[in-house]
C-alpha cells in the first residue's frame, strides 16, 4: 500500500511516518515538501492508495493545492492534514474533495485512530467541528423517512442505511470526492445511474450533498466497502 506525505515538515513527516508502518507494516511512503515535488511526484502515476496533505506548503496558497491534486489524480483519495482546524478550513477541505481532515494539533493516540478509521475506509473529521452538525436520534439511523435500529458496538454498514451493494460502491467513490464522470469509468455504468445511485444515498442519509454525506458517515462510523477499481496490495 503506497502512500504519499505531502508536507515540508521533516518531523511531522517522520511521525506520520511511524504511526503508518505501525497501523500496517506493509505501508510504503513517500514524502513531498513543497506543491511543485509533490504534482511531480502525481506526474509519475504511481499507484497510490492514499494522499496525506498539508496546506500550508510552500508554492501554494489556501486550497489551491488540494484542487490541483483532486484534478490532477482524482481517482486517489485526499486527507488534509493542517494546524488550522477552525471550521471555515475544514469544510472548504471537505468541499474541495478531500475525504477527512485531521488536526496537526492532535494527540498521537488520536492521530493514529484517525488514521486507522480512513485507511479502513472510514471519515474523520475533527470532533469540534462534527459536534456542530445536528445530531441523530441516538441508536438509530436515517434511511429516507424510516430509522432502522443498529445493535450498540457493531460498526454500521451501507446496508443498515437501506443502500444496495451498488449504491455502496458508489458512496465509497463520491467519498473519495470522485465526480460522477469518473465514478461512471470505474464502474462501468452510464452517468444517469450513477445520479440515480447519488440521489439514493442522499435520501439515505437525510443529507443536500457531499459536504453533509461526509458529516453524516463520520458521526455514524459507517464502514465503507473497499475502494473500487484499485489493484491489490496498493
Known sequence: MNILI???HPLIVQGLTVALHDIDPSVVSESAGSAEQ???VLDRNQPL???LLDLGLPGAEGLDLLIRVREQ???????VLSANDERETVLGSLDAGAMGFISKRSATPVLVSALQLVLSGGVYIPPQVLAA????RPGALFSGSTQT???????VTPSDLGLTDRQAEVLALLVEGKPNKIICRELNVSEGTVKTHVSA?????NVGNRTQVLFALSRLGVQLPARVGRPAGN
Do not use: Q
Not at 73 to 79: A, C, D, K, L, S
Not at 133 to 136: D, G, K, Q, R
Not at 201 to 205: G, V
Open 38 to 40: 509533490a504534482l511531480a
Open 149 to 155: 435500529a443498529v445493535p450498540a458496538g457493531r460498526r
Open 201 to 205: 444515498i442522499l435520501r439515505a442519509l
Open 49 to 51: 492508495a492514499l494522499i
Open 133 to 136: 452538525m445536528p445530531t441523530p
Open 73 to 79: 489524480r482524482p481517482e486517489v483519495p485526499v486527507v
Open 6 to 8: 505531502v508536507d515540508d
